[in-house]
């Protein structure tokens, strides 16, 4: 019976089938922050019970922490240092692998567990939080949950879960110049709408995923959740192994050759059938910006705000029209005519470094405007090492841009920084209202289109290389 | 933890029919302040159930600060309510309010597995029936009340109409008997025990780290 990456990751980690339609999942990994681990850990203790494999548990401060130059545990979210005190402490008591706030290694969980190598290709892992499935691009089975469930995580080993249908998404054709994975992904959510993927395991696939470095593929499977997606996978291929090879956790010896043999059975069999597919043309993506207050709410740049008549559906009709009030833009603008008040580069979808390298090859010799403000937030410690080693963090800077210590950042606010009242240009993944602060309108775009748009303080797509 | 069993329960209804209401609508990440589930609930809806930010004032125009609506414990909802965010403290912020059960034509998953998980009854009811229930409810929120009864999985509204819904077997056990998940999983040790055995020969790699 021929089977799917998404059947045979299933088939491995099945420890038992307890019936009503349930599966009894083994996690190979579990990964914690501050913000929702800390609570999860917490209320396991006060149960009286105890993490089953500490050793295969870990834990980063990315949430809460400060990302201005020279923190410590202070922040600027009120009660904030609650939650990184509650987190250390736990992670203490309870024997699990804590990257804490100054450790070189520290970074947003979703960011370091791939560059560390703590998951790899064919593991299950779980983290309370949604974006866990960015894991999924090393063609691990990468899944976010709640506290709750974090808690029965810990004590287990295990989940119980009912089975995801499989999807595939082929991406066929040539990516043109100057469209990011980011467009590639924010343009298939605005096509098939934001439930397109509920209750499914989503494969991308296709020419365009191939020849797709691994970074670009997180940032793809990042965004599966803001399609409804249990999870996004690509399968493992040459660049996964590479990408892995010799990473901190990777395995190495016999260990690492047994590894390699069994990541090169993960991969859809030729005749496997999906519950669903889907197509896109990447000839006919153009790099696309959000005009809304959800994802699928995207256009390309350049061309116009809908007018919410356009659309047949009453229900899409209304959330356009409350959408354009929120954002204070009138049917019809021009993407072009939409003056921003900030930018920012960071966030678990856009802050490694290859997407710091993509907005610095534009912002080199340029200066953002000057009405705007911009942040570069690396997604980890080890992201802002290695771009401060080419220098990258010059560039940013003679821009205009902050660079900061790395974490999640103003991708959300928490009550402290914030994006409150200004109209924003975002490399994050959620324009949801209020996410960057009260009032804040975000749109939502690739590094790229970040740093063109804070150059020309309109929003822009990076102008084509001659 | 042991969630509150769901068995039946009437309660007046509230409807917030948009589509896509997401977790950070539901409880915005900086009225979490606490490393708790609980003092959630004054947070609930804040960016549209408050004037300001951070305020207590109530907006009047929001459904929830708006007369028998104020006493609600269902909410009917539009398509794909709770996406988002993981955050739990979205469904702790609903418990806290009274909220006992959302009816949607669908909902985000993780939000939904985390309502089963405390005592919250997340129900797939599809536009058209959620419509008639909206348009009866709205004509006297306080008299037309609905009573879902999770053991026959039908919701009783005006008289002599049934609503039949779906949902899984094993929510519903759950549900129904308000479990503890782990201890239902710690019953099962023995076979975690014997899949990690024989996975650490095919695997070993997963398990032995540096």
Known sequence: M??????????????????????????????????????????????GRTVRSPERVFCTMDHIVDTRPGRGDATSVPHGARFIAATRDSARRAGIRLF??????????????????????????????????????LGALAWGIGSTEAEHALATGTLRVSRPGSMRVSFDGCVPAGVAPKDLIVHLISRFGSRAATGHAVEFAGPAIEAMPVEGRATLCNMAVEMGAFTGLVAPDERTVRYVRGREYAPTGGLWEQ?????????????????????????????????????????????????????????????????????DLAPGTPTDAIRIDAAFIGSCTNSRLSDLRAAAGYLKGRRIAPWVRALCVPGSSSVKRAAEAEGLHEVFRRAGFEWREAGCSLCF???????????????????????????????????????????????????PIA | MKPQPFTVHRGIAAPLLRRNIDTDTIIPSREIQLVSKQGL???????????????????????????????????????????????????????????????????????????TLNGILAVVVDEAAIGRLDDWVRADPRRNQLEINLENRLIAWKAGELLAFEIEPANRKLLLQGLDGIAVTLQQASAIDEFEAADRVVRPWVYRLP
């Not at chain 2, 009047?60 to 996406?83: E, Q, T």
């Open chain 1, 100 to 137: 804490d706030v100054n450790d070189p290694r520290q970074g947003i969980g979703h960011v370091i567990a791939a560059e560390l190598g703590i998951v790899l290709p064919g593991m299950s892992v779980v983290c309370p939080d949604s974006h866990t499935c960015t894991l999924g691009a």
């Open chain 2, 41 to 115: 609930g004054d947070g609930l809806f804040a960016g549209w159930r408050y004037r300001t930010p951070g305020s207590r004032d109530p907006d009047p125009d929001f459904i929830l600060n708006r007369g028998a609506y104020r006493d609600a414990s269902i909410l009917l909802a539009g398509a794909n309510f709770g996406c988002g965010s993981s955050r739990e403290h979205a469904v702790w912020a609903l418990g806290e309010f009274g909220i006992r059960a959302v009816l949607a034509p669908s909902f985000g998953s993780i939000f939904r597995n985390n309502c």
């Open chain 1, 2 to 47: 021929p089977e799917t990456l998404f059947d045979k990751l299933w088939r491995i980690h099945r420890v038992a089938d307890p019936g009503q339609g349930e599966c009894l999942v083994h996690l190979d990994r579990i990964f914690l922050h501050e913000r929702t681990g800390s609570v999860a850990l917490l209320s396991l203790e006060q149960s």
């Open chain 1, 413 to 463: 606010h928490a009550g402290g920084e914030s994006f409150g009242g200004q109209r924003v240009i975002s490399s994050t993944n959620r324009n949801f209202q209020g996410r960057q602060g009260p009032g804040a309108r975000t749109h939502l775009g690739s590094p790229l289109t970040v740093a063109a748009s804070a150059c020309r303080g309109y929003i822009r797509a990076a102008e």
């Open chain 1, 259 to 327: 590894a390699t043999r069994h990541w090169s059975g993960l991969h859809s069999d030729c005749d496997a059938r999906f519950d669903r597919e889907l197509r896109v043309d990447c000839a006919a993506i153009a790099p696309t910006v959000t005009w809304g207050t959800n994802p699928e709410q995207a256009v390309p740049i350049g061309s116009r705000v809908p007018d919410p008549d356009s659309f047949a559906d009453p229900h899409q009709a209304r959330a356009a029209a409350r959408a354009l009030k929120y954002m």
